[in-house]
């Protein structure tokens, strides 16, 4: 198994970590181009959307736009 050196620590990191961090590096491009880190106020499906967008990293440039629509607790009044 290949293994690459990372210059600053001197730590071994495996193939599937790059792999990992480019893919959440790239979603979170795909979250950036559409806006959504500008967005005032962050609500619940505003930030699983976000989430969501940068979970699925290169999907989004194939024609994933993924949307999550939910609604958080209200707190009781007592």
Known sequence: M????????????SKGTIILFLWLIIGAAASGQRGYFSAPNLGCTQGATMALTIVAGPLNYVGLDPKISCTAPKPSGA
Do not use: P, T
């Open 2 to 13: 290949a293994r690459f050196v990372l210059l600053a620590g001197g730590g071994n990191v």
